[in-house]
């Protein structure tokens, strides 16, 4: 009875110990950096009336452009990252208007937040402020954007920023933030991202001018589709072949503009929305991506 006895409480130990090695192993392979994400992800976030982009790149980074207006994303980043991942290596804010910044209020209380880089566009009001401050207490180094500085991520990942130029900001009386809202294009080997902040159409004719778009393979529309931007001379310069528009659903400003979606209508440009989308995902292998939205919908 008793070497019985032995006999079930050895078995039973046997079995604790190959279960924990088991466990073991299944959190070595679950956390090793070979299982890091192997493509380039870009989300853009459904965050109502604003902008919010999360680019997960294939060499474990996570960089944010415009945090949106409300608490939105944290809840986002909550369902998307894994709950281990509580660094974003990489914060841009294309402009200082809530609608693109204030939801990194909260990521910068419940994320490690490795820098910051946003547009020197003087900006008063107090959510503003308040972010700097906060942003100053963390300790976060933040740095302005001049235009045609380079970020290279990866050997074959780059980030650079195509407006706003330093002499423009220094020298312009800015009639609207917009104007001064950074534009960056992500490479990731043989495509290309384009990021248009909230440019007018005037600065989007200035980087006509400078001949900086080849072959765009996605642009994420400036200001969520206003008649203020992406005129057809900006959608002929970058020919992209994927649109993406921000904008909330059924808001108050009538974005998209209906003269914005016929621009790239006539132009042959699948689009997709996040006020009728949601969620929209691109991944990439640097060859080729696929889009996929949350929700499918017409336009």
Do not use: C
């Not at 950074?182 to 384009?194: I, P, R, S, W």
């Not at 994420?220 to 020919?239: D, N, P, Q, R």
């Amino acid at each position: 009875m008793s070497m019985f006895v032995l006999s079930k409480k050895w078995l039973v130990l046997t079995s604790f110990v190959i279960f924990l090695g088991a466990l073991g192993l299944l959190l070595v392979f679950y956390f090793s950096p070979t299982q890091a994400l192997k493509q380039l992800e870009i989300t853009f976030f459904n965050v109502g009336q604003g902008d919010s982009v999360l680019i997960q790149t294939p060499y474990q980074q996570n960089i944010i452009i415009d945090g949106g207006p409300d608490n939105s994303l944290i809840q986002k980043l909550g369902r998307t990252l894994p709950f281990y991942d509580r660094t974003i290596d990489l914060i841009i804010i294309t402009h200082p208007q809530s609608d693109h910044f204030f939801g990194f209020i909260d990521v910068l209380e419940r994320y490690k937040v490795e820098r910051i880089i946003t547009a020197d566009i003087p900006y008063e009001t107090e959510d503003w402020k308040a972010f700097v401050l906060l942003a100053q207490q963390k300790n976060i180094p933040t740095h302005f954007v001049s235009s045609e500085r380079s970020i290279t991520l990866g050997e074959d990942l780059f980030l650079t920023f195509l407006w706003p130029q330093e002499q423009f900001i220094n020298t312009q009386t800015l009639k609207d933030a917009n104007e001064g809202s950074v534009v960056a294009e992500l490479v990731y080997k043989d495509q290309k991202y384009l990021f248009a902040g909230e440019i007018t159409q005037e600065i989007e004719k200035r980087l006509i001018e400078k001949n900086l778009f080849h072959d765009i393979d996605v642009l994420k529309v400036a200001h969520h589709g206003s008649k203020t931007s992406t005129s057809k001379e900006f959608i002929h310069s970058t020919t992209p072949e994927v649109a993406i528009i921000m904008a909330g659903k059924e808001n108050r400003f009538g974005h998209p503009n209906f003269r914005t979606l016929k621009t790239l209508q006539d132009s042959n440009i699948p689009t997709f929305r996040t006020d009728i989308h949601g969620d929209i995902t691109i991944t990439s292998d640097g060859a080729r991506y696929s889009t996929v939205p949350q929700f499918s919908g017409g336009l």
